[in-house]
């Protein structure tokens, strides 16, 4: 176990493992934390997680780890790691089994005030349109061909069927499409599981939130993105499905025996890698890319029958019921980039595991409209909690390779929710807030209580202050759809 006071403070929001905390690791740790949080974090295994993490070879800079850290398969989630490029390990550990889990956010002009009595019919609009729960099948069915274009094209292939604007695409991650999604190294038993849950949200933290704007600290930056205080807001959170779960699982065990046939010693199995240019490496890539094109096609589907309820409900009741995209971020993502470490440009894999992309402005691959300002970057709470929309900064981009918390993190185990909170209490405690609530089971709404999760809003005054986001927005639910 690592202890808290071994630990190198550099000032109030950053702390550092050094190398030599153990023999085996290659580089630093470093942590953007309070005090507090780092307290919170020492009740799991996370911080020993961080340290095994920075024994994988070919790093090419510390593993730096985020405010809402806690532990995870391998690496803790809230990691950011950077492998050289190509002889440097890809590890499905250090990027997560749902592969670009999520978080897409859309715009309004439409006034809470003005709507307030329609929101128990947007919630229930929108739970129809956007299947939920464990197994859940959507309403599009794929063929296999189909499977395999969505898997090359991601919401590339939601724009030709009709299910994505220009500017969804533009205002996506990687524009909605990593290339290289190679559908032939994905196993039958992913894409049978892929091709019903397209469209489809899932269970767990996975939800679809109507936010109101509550407060804007960056004025300039929210008027790009149009939001404007007491409009309504949504976030769609989700991530690949069983596609991508299942692809994680199939090369977590390729990789057991890989490991072994390249020599590789680890302190633990979970952290199971392969050399990227070796035939495992090339494989895993091309299925990890197929998963996140699957990703972003189902948060645009999801987006898109997202417009379809507020269409369905408020029709005929305001002028404009249009949801216009703010951005759409992945936060389990391996990506190849180009950082500055110890001086020098280097090509990396940047594996990001509840860790969310903040490249700082004037970055070419931004939409035009943020270059100025920065990449947008989004933070869901928990139900009944605050949500915040920040941006990336400059020093974001030489502190933590371009990267930055995902959320507010657990510090409760699901097992330990449910003992400790019934679910038809919390949403009764929910709804008597103003909060409407939507979910396929008590248990599972009880495993997302707030109190499961860590203070967001803490969470974020630490990457602020340490200087790798900067706020833009408060956001606040008024109503919760859940699997």
Not at 32 to 45: G, H, N, P, V, Y
Not at 304 to 318: I, N, S, T, Y
Not at 329 to 342: F, L, Q, S, V
Not at 416 to 443: F, W
């Amino acid at each position: 176990m690592v202890n808290i006071n071994e630990l190198k403070q550099i000032n109030e929001f950053e702390w550092e493992i050094p190398k030599s905390f153990r023999e085996d690791m290659r580089v630093p740790v470093r942590l953007f934390a309070t005090r507090q949080l780092l307290e919170e974090i020492s009740a799991d295994k996370s911080l020993e997680q961080a340290v095994n993490s920075a024994t994988l070879p070919g790093l090419a800079g510390a593993v730096v780890v985020m405010p809402d850290m806690h532990q995870g398969y391998g690496f803790p989630i809230g990691a950011v790691a950077a492998t050289q490029f190509p002889d440097g390990v890809i590890s499905p550990g250090g990027i997560g089994y749902d592969i670009n889990c999520g978080v897409r956010l859309l715009g309004s002009q439409i006034e809470y005030e003005s709507i307030s009595q329609y929101i128990d019919d947007l919630a229930s609009a929108l739970n129809q349109h956007c299947p939920s729960g464990v197994g859940t099948k959507g309403k599009i069915r794929l063929s296999g061909k189909e499977l395999d274009e969505l898997c090359r094209q991601g919401s590339h292939w939601a724009r030709k069927k009709g299910y994505a604007t220009e500017m969804d695409l533009q205002r996506t991650e990687e524009s909605g499409c990593l290339d290289g999604g190679e559908p032939q190294y994905v196993s039958k038993r992913a894409k049978q599981r892929g091709l019903p849950q397209l469209g489809t949200l899932g269970a767990g933290n996975h939800f679809i939130e109507v936010d109101l704007v509550e407060h804007i600290y960056y004025p300039e930056a929210a008027r790009v993105m149009g939001l404007q205080e007491g409009h309504l807001a949504v976030l769609i959170h989700c991530g690949s499905r069983g596609f991508g779960h299942q692809i994680c699982t199939d090369y977590v065990k390729e990789f057991q025996s890989a490991v072994h046939r390249y020599g590789i010693k680890l302190p633990d199995r979970e952290l199971v890698c392969a050399p990227m240019n070796s035939p495992e490496g090339r494989a895993y890539l091309g299925a990890m890319r197929s998963a996140a094109n699957y990703a972003f096609a189902n948060r645009q589907v999801l987006a898109h029958f997202a417009r379809k309820a507020f269409e369905q409900v408020l029709a005929g009741k305001v002028r404009n019921w249009h949801l216009h995209q703010v951005y759409d971020i992945a936060h389990n993502m391996g990506k190849i980039e180009t950082h500055t470490i110890d001086g020098k440009p280097s090509t990396v894999c940047v594996h990001r595991k509840g860790a969310t992309r903040a490249f700082g402005p004037g970055y070419k691959d931004l939409p035009d409209e943020y270059k100025s300002l920065g990449q947008p970057v989004l933070v869901p709470g928990s139900m009944g909690t605050a949500s915040w929309v920040l941006v990336g900064t400059q020093l974001s981009m030489e502190k933590s390779y371009g990267s930055s918390c995902h959320g507010a993190g657990r510090m409760m185990s699901r097992s330990k929710a449910k003992k400790s909170v019934r679910g038809d209490e919390l949403r009764n405690k929910l709804e008597s807030q103003g909060i409407r609530i939507r979910a396929g089971s008590m248990a599972g709404l009880a495993e997302e209580a707030p109190q499961a999760y860590k203070n967001v809003d803490e969470v974020v005054e630490t990457v602020v202050g340490a200087g790798i986001a900067k706020k833009v927005a408060r956001i606040v639910p008024v109503a919760v759809i859940k699997g």
